[in-house]
């Protein structure tokens, strides 16, 4: 399968997140980060896991927890913190320095070099989001602020963790472990820390379901695909894209405006999302 068709199948997974804030704010129920993370983790990784029917063993269940946690039960739990106490641009324009983090790691973890094009793109992404979904009036919440911070660290050890140690089996059965373990790590956590859920309306049952089906279990399967096909370095510049499928469903769906900061903001992240490719193909050149 081609390079371009790699890339596209995994743009799609941060094309989908960019609806998580959407689904959140509309249809879950408010106060409930850690349930709402347990509840698109556990039942994703139980299905996938019955569909692959293949149980990590040895140090696989050490290092399925360790990435579970990395990838999904800390970054699930920061992100709807952030969600919950931040405008969902600001948390969004945090978020984007992860590709930068991840150029990092690659130096440390991977001796990867660190190509100055793609801290361009990286450094041209976070202003492209900043444009795409800061308005003038914003709400700063320092909480909220560390929670999106500390979530993209947390993804982007993951990400690289995941191309680090990946196991000698499918990308779908790396999937269901990470998640199985996540939910796992979350559930006595939520249970402990948070109340029971109210009773389920059934725009809280299609807001659950929706998370975990579309933004767990297959877009998850997608994006650690592509890593084991490509590079941390090159799929992180991809969830520039997050935020821009968040602000066009805002304007489709809620009916939100689109001016001209906002165009020419997810004009520059479609340029520094280029350009993040482009350096990579130029280390393979």
Not at 46 to 74: D, H, M, Q, Y
Not at 154 to 160: E, I, L
Not at 164 to 178: E, M
């Amino acid at each position: 399968m081609s390079r371009n068709l790699d890339l596209v199948l995994t743009a799609l997974a941060p094309a989908i997140w960019g609806s998580t804030y959407l689904v959140t704010t509309e249809l879950l129920p408010q106060g409930y980060p850690l349930t709402a993370a347990l509840l698109r983790a556990l039942p994703a990784g139980i299905v996938l896991l019955a569909l692959t029917r293949v149980l990590p063993v040895g140090i696989w269940i050490t290092r399925s927890l360790i990435l579970g946690a990395l990838n999904f039960s800390l970054f699930w739990w920061l992100l709807f913190v952030a969600a919950y106490r931040l405008p969902g641009g600001v948390a969004a324009t945090v978020g984007a320095i992860q590709p930068l983090l991840v150029l990092l790691l690659c130096r440390l973890l991977l001796d990867q070099a660190v190509n100055r094009l793609a801290v361009v793109a990286g450094v041209g992404g976070i202003l492209g989001v900043a444009l795409v979904v800061l308005s003038g009036k914003l709400s700063l919440d320092l909480i909220g602020i560390l929670a999106a911070f500390a979530g993209a660290v947390s993804m982007a050890f993951g990400t690289v963790l995941t191309r680090k140690w990946h196991p000698p089996v499918s990308a779908l059965t790396f999937t269901a472990w990470q998640l199985l373990g996540g939910g796992l790590l979350l559930l006595p956590v939520a249970l402990w820390f948070e109340p029971p859920l109210p009773t389920p309306s059934l725009a809280h049952i299609t807001g659950f379901a929706y998370l975990g089906l579309f933004g767990g279990a297959i877009t998850y399967f997608l994006w650690f695909r592509g890593i084991s096909r490509l590079s941390p370095s090159s799929v992180t510049p991809l969830g520039l894209l997050s935020p821009v499928s968040a602000v066009c469903l805002g304007w489709i769906l809620l009916d939100q405006n689109l001016d001209s900061a906002q165009l020419t903001g997810i004009v520059l992240v479609l340029i520094s999302v280029w350009l993040g490719q482009r350096s990579q193909l130029i280390k393979l050149t």
